[in-house]
């Protein structure tokens, strides 16, 4: 089974601060997903990735596939962004259905 | 179009009821997906579906534990003699397609309490 680890697990900024999570998995994928965790439960799908990188307004989201690492990062962070962002991934080169989620870090942007 | 709908939101039940809960995927998804989360925790998997078939169920913690999907929509989840450590919030996703790294979108949980 894939172990998906997430650091930090809490993480303060002040507002207008680069924010950077780092996700890091241990057996081969076929996609990583970046998910933003509002308290109340609602999960919403921030970034689907396999390669490279990928940009979404002030989010980054990269991979290093030979690394099994990636990051996420919240550029000019905002007290909106307060939330649980977790990693999850897609196992296996055949493409297994479910996920498998690491813990999740929760971020609190100060104004 | 709607996203994907879970009701009941909160549900407290006494120890040893049954408990069921409903997910409504968005309309057309093939593939449904039950997770857990416990408090403090990342989602952890329990079962999958392709249309009506379930093709994973073991991340079911027990055999208290039935999801079906019988028509290739909306899909249940039965715990039966509901226990302590069942407390946690159950989430439902759906995506589009049958194979692994399409998009899972969530639908707001439900919050079951086992008192």
């Known amino acids: 089974k894939n172990e998906v680890e997430q650091s930090p697990q809490n993480l303060t900024a002040q507002e207008g601060e680069f924010i950077t999570i780092n996700c890091s998995y241990s057996?081969?994928?076929?996609?990583l997903h970046w998910l933003q965790q509002h308290p109340g439960g609602g999960i919403v799908s921030l970034f689907m990735l396999s390669s490279g990188k990928k940009k979404h307004g002030r989010l980054i989201a990269t991979i290093n596939i030979q690394e099994k690492h990636s990051s996420l990062h919240i550029t000019a962070s905002h007290p909106r962004d307060s939330a649980v962002y977790i990693c999850a991934v897609n196992e296996g080169q055949g493409g297994s259905e479910k996920l498998v989620f690491g813990k999740g870090t929760k971020l609190t942007v100060n104004p | 179009g709607a996203g994907v709908s879970q009701s009941p939101r909160y549900k407290v039940a006494k120890r040893g009821q049954d408990v069921a809960l409903r997910c409504d995927p968005i309309?057309?998804?093939?593939?449904l997906f039950w997770y857990q989360q416990a408090l403090g925790q990342g989602p952890e998997f329990l079962t999958y579906f392709q249309n009506e078939a379930q093709l994973d169920k073991s991340g079911l913690p027990s055999d208290r534990f039935f999801a079906e999907r019988p028509e290739g929509s909306v899909s249940t989840l039965k715990i039966q003699r509901t226990q302590q450590e069942d407390s946690a919030v159950y989430l439902c996703?759906?995506?589009?397609?049958?194979?692994?790294?399409?998009?899972?979108?969530f639908g707001p949980g439900t919050r079951l309490t086992v008192t």
């Open positions: 057996v081969g994928i076929s996609a």
């Open positions: 309309s057309g998804h093939v593939s």
């Open positions: 996703a759906s995506s589009l397609r049958g194979w692994g790294g399409y998009e899972q979108y």
